[in-house]
């Protein structure tokens, strides 16, 4: 299998092909929420945001769309077992997927986590990648695994942030970034960098490597003229 792990420190970057395209991370506002698939709202292309509580999620969705609060919009009461949706521009999407971990879940939410998020990650043809996010002091827990078996065998692209990296030293970072690109070195489409969202270590490169996932052409979807209204004839 082709190995295709991008080496993302601290100074890292990412080839950009297409600077120019206008970004649309920081137009980002909450579109919806919802709790079965059917729910979901039509969609051209869409990021999706995965990680255990507490891994940092939030606070890396609001830095990367520059918004300090938008995430916490999720948390809300009623909001945290739901799929959140804000809309980046005209029917492309952020996703804010539920966090997942919480020490004690009844198996009956537990089981209900598990069939929303599979079928999401596994069926939703407008999900262009997933941004999994985890504590860099505790990567690749066994849900953590759980979702990229979930989402690999879709052949679309994952990338990982290790958060909260400015907790590590600098010989951690370096040993935990080389640990889990070996963890993964067989998975294909699979890319993983430090990230922080206290000192905004590996920010910008992770923002360029989104942006580009939602350009429409990455989308594989074909922007049209709008049809012309149809003539009526009287
Ligand atoms: P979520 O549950 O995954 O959405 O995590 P949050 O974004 O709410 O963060 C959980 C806790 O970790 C909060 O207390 C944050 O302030 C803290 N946190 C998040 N990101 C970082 C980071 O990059 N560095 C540090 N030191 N703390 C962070």
Redesign the pocket.
């Known amino acids: 299998m082709l190995l295709k792990l991008a080496k993302l420190g601290e100074k890292g970057s990412l080839a950009v092909t297409n600077m120019t395209a206008k970004p649309v991370l920081n137009q980002a506002q909450f579109h919806t929420s919802v709790a079965q698939l059917r729910d979901l709202p039509y969609s051209r292309a869409e990021v999706a945001f995965a990680?255990?509580?507490?891994?940092?999620?939030?606070?890396?969705i609001n830095l990367l769309t520059r918004k300090n609060r938008l995430?916490f919009t999720s948390?809300t009461p009623g909001r945290t077992q739901l799929i959140n949706f804000f809309e980046l521009s005209a029917d492309t999407y952020l996703v804010d997927l539920p966090?997942y971990g919480y020490a004690k879940v009844p198996p009956a939410v537990k089981a209900k986590w598990e069939n929303l998020l599979s079928r999401y990650l596994q069926e939703r043809e407008a999900l262009v990648g997933m941004v999994l996010?985890m504590d860099a002091r505790h990567p690749l827990t066994p849900l953590d695994r759980q979702m990229l078996d979930w989402f690999i065998p879709t052949g679309k692209p994952v990338h990982i942030l290790l958060?909260?990296?400015?907790?590590l030293s600098n010989s951690e970072k370096t040993l935990t970034l080389r640990r889990v690109e070996q963890e993964l070195a067989e998975l294909d489409g699979v890319s993983v960098q430090l990230?922080?969202?206290?000192?905004r270590m590996g920010a910008e490169a992770a923002a360029a490597l989104i942006e580009g996932w939602l350009k429409p052409e990455q989308a594989g979807v074909e922007v049209v003229e709008p049809l012309q209204e149809p003539v009526h004839k009287a």
Request: proline share 0%; glycine share 12%; charged share 25%.
């Open positions: 990680g255990r509580s507490n891994a940092g999620k939030s606070s890396a995430a948390k966090g996010i958060s909260k990296a400015d907790k990230f922080s969202s206290l000192s």
